[in-house]
């Protein structure tokens, strides 16, 4: 009975992997790929080789396999620990901001792994074959003082990222995308952070055991739930950011349309020019929708297929125009550029300059000096 129960908790652990690696190859294959795509499937890269790490590293059949091959292979996968957290975090970012460019800057967030590379260096690779085989068998690196600090400093850079990651969406996207896929995106983020803490649980315990002894149960109890749950929330990730990838233009799907209803278009064009409903900053697909009694999905796949563009990039086109006209009005003289931000729609700084920059290729300050 025991083996059962142990081979399906490896079952689970090969499955996750699998699920994540061919979406990660779906994802960066596809012809319409974009780079928070390309992001997304880093993350799912490191997720499939997280669940690679537990299975040699505590599946008895594998690691036996393991290392009839190498020694070497042992906690070869468990860098890509250090990176899921930021590999999320870029993609959160990329994904809500069309702006966000990879920099030189952010392979900074690469450091830890490094870090790590040299760690497992010194405190096992380097080490003879013999002994490197000694404490795989025997667990003995797995429970070290060093080993269990160091993967304890992994769990809580987890959660930094995850937080942040959380911490933008709801700070910096509210009128980029949405409420309904904010949630979405919100409710996944949540649940890695209880899965995350859940983790950092059992990792806390083995700190604990480093000087009073704990119950063996406690740990098999938390780590095979964690499993259980890696594996239930990555196939819930997988469905529902994929599919807001899609709702988002990330994938594109092809079939026969209808023709462009330009009733919609005029009630749209109304709204903004007329109501300008853009200066609400809180205006969302559903809100205007239900303001012009469109369907959500009607009203988004008309400005879609007729303005060539997205919903908030055409709300924010009208939000730049009407900024640029305040600037340089001569009675918003004593206006600051952060008054004239909040009353064109913006409630995000970083967002206003970035998309202000873009269309008129000079900041508002400069524009505004140029027109004074």
């Not at 160091?150 to 930094?160: G, T, Y």
Request: hydrophobic share 50%.
């Amino acid at each position: 009975m025991d083996k059962t129960l142990f081979n399906i908790h490896d079952l689970v652990l090969l499955i996750t992997s699998f699920e994540c690696l061919l979406l990660a190859v779906f994802l960066s294959s596809h012809k319409d790929k974009s780079r928070a795509l390309l992001l997304l499937a880093g993350f799912l890269v490191a997720r499939s080789f997280i669940a690679l790490h537990e299975l040699v590293l505590w599946g008895a059949t594998f690691r036996e396999w393991v290392l009839s091959i190498s020694p070497n292979i042992f906690f070869t996968f468990n860098f890509a620990a250090w990176l899921d957290g930021p590999l999320l975090y870029l993609f959160i970012v990329r994904y809500f901001s069309s702006s966000f460019v990879l920099q030189p800057r952010h392979f900074y967030h690469l450091v830890p792994t490094f870090i790590f590379w040299v760690y497992m260096w010194l405190a096992f690779w380097q080490l003879p074959s013999g002994v490197k085989a000694d404490l795989v068998l025997s667990y003995d690196i797995a429970y070290s003082g060093h080993y269990v600090a160091m993967d304890f400093l992994n769990k809580l850079q987890r959660l930094s990222y995850i937080f942040l990651a959380i911490y933008y969406v709801r700070v910096h996207t509210s009128v980029s995308f949405s409420d309904k896929q904010r949630e979405w995106i919100l409710f996944i983020l949540y649940a890695f952070a209880v899965l995350s803490l859940w983790e950092s649980l059992l990792t806390g315990i083995k700190v604990y055991g480093l000087a009073y002894s704990t119950n063996p149960n406690w740990l098999e109890f938390i780590g095979l739930t964690g499993y259980y749950a890696a594996f239930a929330l990555v196939n819930l990730a997988l469905y529902v950011m994929v599919n807001a990838a899609i709702n988002a233009g990330g994938i594109r799907k092809t079939k026969a349309q209808d023709p462009i209803d330009m009733a919609i278009v005029a009630k749209v064009e109304h709204a903004m020019q007329h109501d300008k409903v853009f200066l609400n900053p809180a205006i969302s697909f559903e809100r205007l929708a239900e303001k012009l009694d469109i369907p959500v999905k009607d009203l988004s796949s008309t400005i879609n297929r007729h303005f060539n563009i997205n919903f908030y990039e055409y709300i924010n086109g009208y939000r730049i125009q009407e900024a640029e006209q305040q600037l340089v009005h001569p009675e918003n003289g004593d206006k600051t550029i952060t008054d004239i931000f909040y009353a064109a729609g913006f409630n995000s700084k970083s967002v206003y300059n970035t998309l202000f920059k873009k269309t008129y290729h000079m900041t508002p300050s400069a524009y505004r000096k140029k027109h004074k």
